[in-house]
């Protein structure tokens, strides 16, 4: 079989940091990631079962650990050499399947739990179904791996064949297109953000980035939160027409936060240039971009005891948190998903929400760009310069390839 395989070869990672220091992105030619012909998984068990990926996103943590900006902090939940890719829409084949050819589409849920990794009793985040607080992602039948796509027992979508458990795949109904579908992993870690925002009715939020975590975010802050003023920050013309479409209220420019949230939220400003700072500010900030410039956006954004959500994977930033000290704002953090609490207070799994919410706004239209394996440099190019480019998600297209290796 065929898969872009990363592995842990310190050299090449060394090169990928230094040209993606110049060009985002370009660690895919020099880095260690390459195409390769590999052995198929080996299933780990019973309940394990081999999927044939279609569609497989390109995402935001994908570029940073192909460029080499990823963070120790995965050190110890990651395994080498793994094929990256957990983003997926996949066909899964076999006589209980239940479909009519023996074979029927899946979403995949890349969280490895303990139901996964065969632990039982599960731990307590696990049994209370938030399966990204999983307190075992090192242990069980399988090798670390915080999810597929980063464990080297599974495979990943970046590839033409993988493994999955049973419990990690969600059927694609039949109106579904491939492109809506592989929307959902990414959907339902938006969900999962907006419901973690703490949103109450009539508050102001402010959603800083626009691209797919961003534009995601606020699809799901309109679906099921009930924010008064809804406001996205976003760079790029194309950005900003379907932050729009998505259902924020307010879209400004970067650079007209401070000036647009005072006006919105009737706050006075203290100080000038850089260490500007309101009086007031937004109930909640959302940080879907990850990096210092955008958390230090977010201090000064928030009303004294607001609430500021880092749903962009932020690394290691330099940051003053004084304003976090002195203005007694909440700082929290919204990883992956699980299971949801509802504002009428029922229980609800967050996949089964963000296939609701992608269907509902229409978000396989998305997709921008689809590439074969071969094409992975210029595939993970574009994915780096998505916004510049009038892009959203790019994903790597394995159907026509999975003909072409049989």
Known sequence: MKALLFRRKPARYAAAVVAASVVPGSGARVGPLALEDVDP?????????????????????????????????????????????????ADRAGPDDGAPDGSHRVVLEPVLGCVARGIDPPCGACARGDLGSCERISFGDIEPGLQTGFCCDTGGGWSTAMIAHRSQLHEVPAALSDEAAVMVEPTACAVHAALAAGVESGQTVVVLGSGTLGLLTLAALRRYTDPGTLAAVAKHPEQRRLARELGADVVLEPGEERRVVRRLTNSLAIGDGPITRLTGGA?????????????????????PRGRILLVGMPGRVSVDLTGLWQRELQLVGAYAYGTETLADGTRRRTFDLAFELVEAADLGRLVSATYPLARYRAAIAHAAAAGSRGAVKIAFDLRNERERTR
């Open 41 to 89: 998984p080996e299933l780990p068990g019973p309940d394990w079962v081999p999927i044939k990926p279609r569609l497989a996103g390109i995402c935001g943590s994908d570029l940073s650990t192909i460029d080499g900006h990823s963070s120790r902090y995965f050190e110890p939940i990651v395994s080498f050499p793994f094929v990256p890719g957990h983003e997926v829409v």
């Open 283 to 303: 109930d909640v900030v959302v940080d879907c971009v990850g990096t210092e410039a955008a958390l230090a956006d977010a201090l000064a954004l928030a009303r």
